[in-house]
Structure formats: structure tokens, C-alpha cells
């Protein structure tokens, strides 16, 4: 007998729990609990200040002071392609902040950002800061990868969390769609 917190504990129940915890660890699938609220193409047309398409040429994460807690930022300088929404004309640069990155051992997660990868092209939906730095509209469901195909077709940010209410989405409406019907899409949208 174990004694455990003030109980007594077989080592067949102890054994047993812990072979129970092996199996679930080991066999087990992972379970993904993040779950946010859709956006509708209007909503993420309208919020944000630029939809451009734009590549990821450099990043760099850090720690700031966020909510009066220490968070960690990843800054990402992107090469602007094309603007998809006509506007304010862009910089042919411009850096974008994500929550989330890696400093030394340090790793910080935050789920539903969408990760920018190095000479990988997206439409971006972004909003600029008060602090002059760019955000994602809908964090995750403001980036759609292009695939490298003829038609380049919008991919769904690998990184979105599972959507409330995702029949009636932007991520519907855009997710697999060539980028001329997509950039059609938003265009009459703004118009409205």
C-alpha cells in the first residue's frame, strides 16, 4: 500500500492507472479544442484596411509587453504582390505582427494565428495597427495561401480553428476558389 495524499493506494491501482495513462498517451488521438466564431466575407471585407497578396521575406520573434503580461510576437516583413481590394495604395513592404513564436527555448502557441511561410504567397486580409504594424483580419481566417498552380486557387490557412457558423463564412466562400472568382467575390462585396 501507497499512501497518497492522505489515501491508501494499492500498487495494483496504482499500476493500473498509470497503465491506463501509457495506453491513452501512446494510442490515444489528439484532441483539438479551439473553436472561434466565423466571420462573413462581408465582415472581413469590411474591417479590414488592405487585402493584398503578399510574401513572407523575413521574421522575427520577440517579447512585448502585451495586456500588461509578456507575450511573444512574431514580426514578418512581406513583399506585396498585387492588391486584391483597390484602396490606399500599399507599400511594396510591410510588417505584420502574429501573436505567437519562438525565443531561444522558448516557445509561445497561440491558436487561430496563421503562420507566414518564406516565399509562400497568400491574400492577406490585414488592418493596420495604431502602432503602424499589420494585423490579420479574423487572425487565421484573414490568410489564404495560393497554391502554385495556373489558376492559383485560395487554400484555407492551415492554422484556423474549428468555425461556429461556417456555412455562411468567408472561409466558405473563398477556401478553393480561383483567385480571379475570389478577388470578383470581394469586389462586390466593398462595393455594397
Known amino acids: 500500500m501507497t499512501e497518497t495524499g492522505g489515501r491508501k493506494i494499492s500498487r ?7 497503465g491506463c495513462a501509457l495506453t491513452t498517451g501512446l494510442w490515444g488521438e489528439r ?3 479551439t473553436v472561434a466564431r466565423s466571420l462573413s466575407l462581408e465582415g472581413l471585407v469590411r474591417g479590414a ?13 520577440r517579447f512585448v509587453e502585451l495586456g500588461r503580461r509578456r507575450r511573444i510576437v512574431t514580426d514578418t516583413r512581406v ?3 498585387e492588391q486584391v481590394l ?5 507599400s511594396s513592404e510591410l ?7 519562438s525565443v531561444g527555448d522558448l516557445a509561445e502557441v497561440v491558436h487561430g494565428q496563421p503562420r507566414l511561410s518564406s516565399d509562400e504567397a497568400c491574400v492577406a486580409f490585414l488592418r493596420e495597427g495604431p ?14 495561401p495560393l497554391n502554385g498552380g495556373a489558376e492559383r486557387l485560395l487554400l484555407q490557412s492551415p492554422d484556423l480553428p474549428t468555425l461556429l457558423g461556417y456555412d455562411t463564412s468567408a472561409v466558405k466562400q473563398l477556401a478553393g476558389s480561383p483567385l480571379r472568382t475570389a478577388r470578383e467575390r470581394i469586389l462586390a462585396v466593398a462595393r455594397k
Open 12 to 18: 495494483r491501482a496504482w499500476f493500473g492507472g498509470l
Open 86 to 90: 483597390p484602396g490606399r495604395a500599399p
Open 95 to 101: 510588417l505584420v505582427r502574429t501573436l505567437g513564436g
Open 31 to 33: 484532441a483539438e479544442a
Open 79 to 81: 513583399r506585396v504582390a
Open 49 to 61: 484596411s488592405q487585402v493584398v497578396i503578399v510574401t513572407a521575406l523575413s521574421s522575427e520573434s
Open 131 to 144: 502602432d503602424g504594424l499589420h494585423y490579420f483580419q479574423g487572425m487565421a481566417q484573414g490568410h489564404y
